[in-house]
């Protein structure tokens, strides 16, 4: 039987203690594991970079709520970036990403691929003609994220998958923004998801974290060599954490995104603010794509600021309930300023953040204290 995202999130991979019965499995806090012998493994685990069963449990659990057959995390979502590049690309390789993709993303790729020998380019993944013309038959990888950190563009999964095979290319998605909640791309057609569990399975800003999931078998097997080899693994407390996170996934994010939209709708018309981007909007140009490929739109929006820089770091660094810090995706409202913050290795280049741009990640506190916080710093 197949059961319903929220059931999965809470029981796929957790299977109570056979020897004591507890309901939540314990946290195997181990590095190493006895051998009945030379060679004699219980259930696989040796050693925990190889694997650890409370990394198992994660693994399996982030998995399945993709629709995927394998999970793989690690210590981070650029680790985890990190360790499927380093499986699938070879000095020669092309890349293709968005050209407003995660600035950590893009100097992952830019600052420690490119000098090994791989090729970047960044187009506008929402331009299909401008993708269909930069993904040449030499490229290896066609990365996109959607929607986009921060400008909250939404770009088109099958269409993307479609081009992209087309050249024998594998096709990724960071899916951290949408979280497998809302969007499973794999249905879509793509071959890997990748996500900072940092932000959302975690959802509570006391944990990094990243994972990889695909259904490809080779893939899988290229990253987890990479996972092994290097050893970029999540300790099994932070494992542990990211697991109790995504098992409230489904009513956090319910609670984001009708947040993040009554907020939107507040903005939208202010004097003080120029333009508000978010896909839950009906005048978003990625409105229709989103409502066909999301369950509902999220809880990230961003605003353009009317008056510029300056009334932009005044906005910031006036609100009282939404905290100005980086990251997303937590239980409390964070505000940002991407282009000195988030975005700060990216300036100067093509995917540089405008300076009158602030990013919202909105919290699932009370909805008139995030309203009211919001126009209370406009006024300040
Ligand atoms: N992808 C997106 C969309 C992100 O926002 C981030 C972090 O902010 C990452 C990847 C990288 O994740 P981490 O910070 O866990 O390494």
């Known amino acids: 039987m197949t059961h319903d995202f929220a059931t999965r999130a809470i029981h796929s991979g957790q299977t109570p203690d056979p020897t004591t019965g507890a309901v939540i499995p314990p946290i195997y806090q181990s590095s190493t594991f006895v051998q009945d012998g030379i060679g004699g493994f219980r259930n696989g685990y040796e050693y925990a970079r190889g694997g650890n069963p409370t990394r198992t449990s994660l693994e399996t659990l982030v998995a399945d709520l993709e629709g995927a057959t394998h999970g793989l995390s690690f210590s981070s979502g650029l680790a985890g970036e990190d360790a499927l590049l380093r499986g699938i690309l070879t000095p020669g390789s092309r890349i293709v990403m968005g050209n407003d993709v995660y600035g950590g993303t893009h100097r992952l790729v830019n600052r420690l691929f490119v000098p090994w020998g791989v090729s970047l380019q960044t187009v506008e993944m929402t331009d299909l003609d401008a993708v269909r013309a930069a993904v040449t038959s030499d490229t290896t990888v066609l990365w996109v994220e959607t929607p986009s950190n921060p400008l909250m563009k939404v770009s088109d999964i099958a269409a993307l998958a479609e081009i992209g095979h087309a050249v024998g290319a594998t096709v990724v998605v960071d899916n951290t923004f949408a979280t497998p909640y809302l969007q499973n791309p794999l249905q879509f057609g793509a071959d890997v998801v990748v996500h900072s569990a940092t932000k959302y399975l975690g959802g509570h800003s006391d944990v990094l974290g990243g994972a990889v999931v695909t259904s490809d078998d080779e893939i899988a097997e290229k990253t987890r060599f990479v996972q092994f080899a290097a050893g970029a693994v999540p300790g099994p407390m932070d494992a542990w954490l990211t697991t109790r996170g995504i098992k409230t996934l489904a009513v956090r994010v319910e609670k984001h995104s009708s947040n993040a939209l009554a907020l939107a709708e507040a903005l939208v018309g202010h004097p003080k603010i120029e333009r508000v981007y978010y896909p839950g909007l009906a005048d ?97």
């Open 284 to 380: 978003h140009p990625g409105h229709e794509l989103a409502a066909r490929q999301m369950r509902a739109f999220g809880g990230m929006l961003s605003v353009k600021v009317a008056g510029g820089a300056s009334a932009a770091r005044q906005l910031v660094e006036s609100t009282e309930v939404f905290l100005l810090a980086e990251s997303l995706g937590g239980i409390e409202s964070l505000i940002s300023y991407p282009s000195e913050m988030t975005h700060a290795s990216v300036r100067g280049t093509e995917l540089e953040v405008p300076d009158d741009i602030v990013r919202l990640s909105v919290g699932i506190e009370g909805v008139d204290d995030l309203v009211g916080d919001i126009l209370q710093a406009l006024e300040k």
